[in-house]
């Protein structure tokens, strides 16, 4: 699909790559951009229309839908990282990963698939990330709801062939944003994340792979998982 005179809508879109999002379809001629987050009074981006958006909750991806009934492009990105044990850990942020990476986005793709679909047709970009394919100590959540959001894609796409919908699923390691402060690797920045992806939107790839180490991680799946993660040990 064409990015000029699309009708997009993004989730998270107050900081980070959802904040890229947004500025990059902007640039490219999106007709109308709708800037969603829970905390909308945070979105400060000029030329959008901003909407309250709560990806966990059913009645608040409703609302949006009914008021956004014009979008022809969704980009899925809202999420939350935490860190803990899967087997000693309260498993209370394990459920909210699950909520928000898999219930959250399978909930927006269910209720704007409709509204792309009559509008014509378009395309859904999931940003998903490396840790669908592995996890590292600590990472157990939001790994195994990324993989789990993977999967979904997959299943989607499958569904959607036909109905002129497009689905996207974006993987990259770490990016420059406030989420990965703490991280002391490599970091691509967000801007360049968007850019791939809308690159990716526009010739109907159904994988972006922004990074190397994204790269390698997928290409790990065909080796011995000792082989890979023996780096962790």
Not at 150 to 176: F, K, P
């Amino acid at each position: 699909m064409d990015i000029a005179g699309s009708v997009a809508l993004v989730t998270g879109s107050n900081r980070g790559i959802g904040r890229r999002f947004v500025q990059q379809l902007l640039k490219r001629g999106a007709a109308k951009v709708y800037a969603t987050a829970r905390r909308p009074e945070l979105v400060d981006i000029e030329g959008v229309e901003v909407l309250p958006l709560d990806i966990t909750d059913q009645a608040s991806v409703a609302a949006a839908a009914a008021a956004a009934s014009d979008v022809t492009l969704l980009v899925n990105n809202a999420g939350i990282t935490t860190q803990g044990s899967l087997l000693t850990d309260d498993l209370t942020d394990v459920r909210r990963e699950m909520d928000t990476h898999f219930w959250g986005n399978l909930g927006m793709v269910r209720s704007f698939a409709p509204v792309i679909e009559r509008n014509g047709g378009g395309a859904i970009v999931n940003v998903l990330s490396a840790l669908s394919w592995f996890a590292y100590p600590g990472s157990g959540g939001y790994a195994a709801a990324k993989a789990a959001e993977w999967n979904m894609t997959n299943a989607v796409r499958l569904e959607l062939t036909g109905r002129g919908i497009s689905v996207q699923g974006l993987h990259l390691g770490a990016a420059d944003t406030d989420m990965m402060a703490g991280y002391e690797g490599p970091k691509v920045d967000p801007a360049e994340v968007a850019r791939l992806s809308l690159d990716g939107v526009e010739r109907g790839a159904a994988e972006v792979v922004v990074d190397d180490w994204s790269a390698g991680v997928k290409a790990s799946l065909a080796e011995a998982p000792e082989r890979f993660y023996a780096q962790f040990a």
